[in-house]
């Protein structure tokens, strides 16, 4: 029995869209070839929780295995099923956020491996084991400095009272919380908590780093790693140049133009008043999208033809809809229906984000449904 897909159908808003979602599957496959050779010869696993930070799960997990990705992460069990559904059961899919209470059966039904979070769910575990006499495939997570998920030093003491007679642990992991900050003193001490813990249970695989980390160097390496957002365009080393390709392009329609004179109001509060004459395209994308009405009077665009001409987004952000400065385009050079792109490789994520105070990461995860998703074959 499998649960229905949890996220939207991506084939409910076609050519007809009010703004198309490009997702360069390429990109994301070159992007994992990148960083499995840096960490070579640990394994490079994907974490594609979150529907892949909102550019599918299935495409993105389907072309990452094709590329020869082996391991997989997502945070929810009803994530883990979905998944299961296209993958054979000779690729591990680990779930984060461990082994809510009467999910078992579900967990062996569908080949999932919980990362236990807490004594309690490691006892669980380790009973179901020694019940049916098979060392059935889950990890563990310790809390080395981050207070979030995992074992922590107010459980340690009762790792002892574990049975490990039947059930090994096939991963052992932790999170950093300043991997992104290289110089940060939390990195060192995390690294070494984790290597002394990972001690205290059978011998096993194990697991530091995700995306950032695997640029801290190899110690922060082990067996896996678990990038999410390097593998889908993010800069993995905000202090340096993104070495990763960029993914997705966002390409509003213009649903009308417009000459206003100086003086004009743009949108709502009237928060904007032109300062000469200026012609105006107005796109169909807003913040109903996920596009952050944060980012009202404060980012540009490009249109395709004209990638060194920034378009200044002007006024507020509104649900379904947002005004751009279209005045030093040539005059017949766009007309409705043509696209300007939002997000792609003029404006990144990573640097449209802190016009909205947020990061990356949220830029992709707030991404809508109401999209025409294009994937790039691969
Ligand atoms: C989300 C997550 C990752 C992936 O993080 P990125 O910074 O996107 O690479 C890895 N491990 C855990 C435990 C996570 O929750």
Not at 328 to 345: F, H, K, W, Y
Request: proline share 6%; glycine share 8%; hydrophobic share 40%.
């Amino acid at each position: 029995m499998s649960q229905p897909y949890p996220f939207v159908d991506p084939t409910l808003f076609t050519k007809h869209a009010g703004a198309e979602l490009h997702i360069d599957l390429s990109a994301i496959v070159q992007n994992y070839h990148y960083l499995q050779k840096k960490v070579t010869p640990a394994q490079c696993g994907a974490v594609v929780k979150a529907d892949a930070y909102s550019l599918g799960m299935i495409p993105v997990a389907k072309a990452l295995a094709k590329a020869g990705c082996k391991e997989f992460f997502v945070a929810h069990l009803d994530e883990g099923i979905a998944l299961r559904s296209i993958l054979g059961k000779e690729y591990p899919i680990y779930v984060l956020h461990g082994l809510p209470s009467q999910t078992e059966s579900l967990f062996l039904e569908h080949h999932l491996t919980p990362i236990l979070n807490d004594i309690s769910q490691l006892q669980r575990w380790s009973s179901l084991c020694q019940d049916h006499q098979i060392s059935y495939s889950a990890g563990i997570q310790f809390d080395t400095g981050m207070s979030r998920f995992g074992i922590g030093q107010d459980e340690i003491d009762q790792l002892q009272h574990i049975n490990w007679d039947i059930f090994q642990p096939t991963l052992v992991m932790s999170h950093l919380a300043c991997g992104d900050t290289p110089n940060h003193p939390a990195n060192q001490h995390q690294l070494k908590q984790f290597q002394a813990l990972k001690q205290l249970v059978p011998n096993n695989r194990s697991s530091l780093a995700a995306s950032s980390g695997i640029f801290l160097g190899n110690n922060w390496h082990f067996d896996i790693v678990r990038p999410g957002i390097a593998l889908y365009g993010g800069n993995p080393t905000p202090d340096q140049q993104n070495p990763m390709q960029n993914v997705i392009s966002l390409r509003g329609k213009i649903i009308q133009t417009r000459y206003v004179p100086k003086g004009a109001f743009i949108g709502y509060g009237a928060t904007f008043t032109t300062p000469k004459a200026m012609k105006l395209a107005l796109i169909s994308i807003g913040y109903a999208d996920g596009f952050f009405r944060a980012f009202s009077n404060k980012i540009s665009a490009v249109s395709p033809d004209f990638p060194n001409i920034p378009l200044a987004l002007l006024g507020r952000v509104s649900m379904d809809s947002l005004c751009i400065d279209i005045t030093d385009l040539p005059v017949s050079a766009i007309q409705v229906g043509d696209s300007i792109e939002m997000i792609g490789n003029h404006y990144p994520i990573d640097q449209i984000a802190p016009q909205a105070g947020t990061i990356g990461y949220e830029i992709l995860t707030a991404l809508g449904n109401r999209y025409h998703r294009i994937y790039s074959s691969f």
